[in-house]
């Protein structure tokens, strides 16, 4: 690791990561609470200089007016600097809730950038909600316009289905209109090769 | 109750109400809902209660008869899908939410004449806060909607079937031969799954205190009898716990 002139390392123009402008406030802050963690943390470059990981850090430290950031530099492979650029940031494991509820504090975790919980200022409520009423059965019929020779086929169709095994094993949501479900699974057959 | 009190309930976005769903239920999933409370308490959310059609409407319908006798109708009932609190709120805190959420829909939506929810004695209780809450058990069934596959996999019945498929299920299984258009307990046997063992409770709360609930309502105490006792994943009777 070395410290170098913050002018001289370059911002990755394909970095597929961004940041909100709010994450970045706080960001900053962290950086200037705790500019010890960027020594453990440096940024990662390549022999370029070009950010490999760490672009977040590197435009909050300009923010912050470092003049000089810890860097590693790393003399890898276009692939493997690709891989790195990903790997670099996905989380592997999962946050536990409720040990962050009950051992953490919210305040802290909130200004350290995790989103824990959601402020209810956030989020927008409300008291009043429709809900829809009215005695709607689950089922309804439809009519189609069809030409003799369609209607035949159709027809046939549904006669062929319905001495089908498939037919005997066919999701029917309750509906005990044997034409209906037996078109209903022409279509599902039907939807089943588009997929 | 304590701070339990203090816990304010709005009307919150779906958006907001499911990513807290998958984030903090054991599922991990969530189902189809059409009204979402947000629990709040210092000013954050910490709890959410989902409210959605039946999935078996039809059924439903026969359970509850208004004070003329005559059925419900088809949208006179609610489920209660998802009821998610992670510990930072305080005891009590699912009972009296879910008494604020009652009166809110009593008051928005008369036409509500009762709730229903499923206990889920399998992987999560027994519906303790159901009963806190004033909700009659129903039934007691052996589980069969919760499937589990060889890898530990857990799939809904309904999620097994038709278009709301799930997505792992059906790449997992289609070359045994699952498709959508099978009913769930066709595509069960081709992939092979069993029920998860443990139970099914369900709970019925009379919005409308002038309807009559048409199906046996049973005694707590059957719970134990049939061993259907589980509190947080744990299989244990009531009486056990009362002891405890």
């Given at each position: 690791?070395?410290?170098i002139a913050?002018s001289?390392?370059?911002?990755n123009s ?7 402008d709010?994450k ?6 962290s950086?200037r609470d705790?500019p ?6 440096p940024?990662?470059v390549?022999?370029?200089m070009?950010?490999?990981?760490g672009n977040?850090?590197l435009?909050a ?5 470092w003049?000089?950031v ?9 692939e ?6 990903i790997k ?6 999962e946050w ?5 509820a009950?051992?953490?504090n919210?305040v802290?975790?909130?200004?350290w950038?995790l989103d824990s919980w ?5 989020i927008?409520t409300?008291?009043?909600?429709t809900?829809?009423?009215?005695d709607?059965e689950?089922?309804q019929q439809?009519?189609?316009t ?6 035949t086929?159709i027809?046939n ?5 319905k001495?089908t ?5 066919a999701?029917?949501?309750?509906n005990?209109?044997?034409n209906?479900n ?5 279509v599902?057959?039907?939807?089943e090769?588009?997929? | 109750?304590?701070?339990?009190k203090?816990?304010i309930?709005?009307?919150?976005p ?6 807290f769903?998958k984030k903090?239920?054991?599922s ?5 809902s ?7 308490l210092?000013?954050k959310?910490?709890g959410?209660?989902q ?5 078996k409407?039809?059924h439903?319908?026969?359970y509850i008869?208004?004070?003329n006798?005559?059925?419900?109708d088809?949208?006179?009932f ?8 992670n ?6 805190s699912e ?8 009166k809110k829909?009593k008051m ?6 009762a709730?229903?929810s499923?206990s889920d004695?399998t992987?999560?209780g ?6 806190a809450s004033?909700?009659?058990l ?8 919760l499937q ?8 809904s019945?309904m999620s097994m079937t ?5 997505r792992?299920f059906y790449?997992?299984f289609m070359h ?5 258009c099978?009913s769930w ?8 799954t069993r ?14 205190k002038t309807c ?8 707590f ?11 947080k994943g744990e299989k ?9």
């Open positions: 690791m070395e410290s913050i001289k390392v370059r911002p394909e970095n597929p990561r961004y940041i909100k709010e970045f406030k706080k960001l900053v802050q950086l705790f010890e963690m960027a020594n453990v943390r940024i990662v390549n022999k370029e070009v950010v490999l990981g977040m850090r435009k430290m300009q923010e912050a007016g003049k000089e810890p860097v590693q530099v790393v003399d890898w492979s276009e493997k600097q690709r891989e790195f650029i670099d940031n996905v989380g592997f494991g536990d809730w409720d040990e962050l009950n051992t953490w919210s802290e975790l909130e200004d950038g959601q402020n209810m200022d956030d927008e409300t008291d009043e909600f809900l829809p009423s009215g709607k689950p089922f439809m009519t189609f069809l030409a003799d020779e369609q209607a086929v027809k169709a549904i006669d062929d289905i001495g095994e498939e037919y005997k094993y999701e029917t949501m309750g005990e209109n044997s209906g037996a078109l209903y699974l022409i599902m057959q039907w939807a090769q588009r997929r | 109750m304590g701070r339990a203090e816990i309930v709005k009307v919150i779906a958006k907001i109400a499911n990513e769903v903090h239920h054991y991990g999933k969530v189902v189809n059409q009204l979402h409370f947000g629990c709040f210092d000013g959310l910490h959410v209660l409210y959605g059609p039946p999935m409407k039809m439903m319908q026969k008869q208004d004070k006798g005559n059925d419900v088809w949208n006179g609610i489920e209660l899908n998802r009821m998610v609190f510990d930072y709120l305080p005891k009590y009972s009296r939410c879910i008494s604020v959420t009652l829909i928005n939506a008369p036409h509500v004449k709730v229903i499923f004695g992987q999560c027994d519906g303790t806060i159901y009963r004033g909700f009659y129903t039934d007691i069934k052996k589980n069969q909607s589990i596959d060889s890898d530990g996999v857990v799939y019945n038709g278009k709301y498929i799930r792992d790449e997992k045994k031969g699952v498709k959508t099978h307990q066709r595509n069960r046997d081709i992939a092979g029920p998860i063992d443990g139970f099914q409770l369900r709970y019925i709360y009379l919005i409308d009559k609930i048409t199906v046996p309502i049973l005694p105490s059957k719970i134990d009898e049939i061993g259907a006792g589980m509190y244990i009777t009531l009486a056990n716990r009362k002891q405890a």
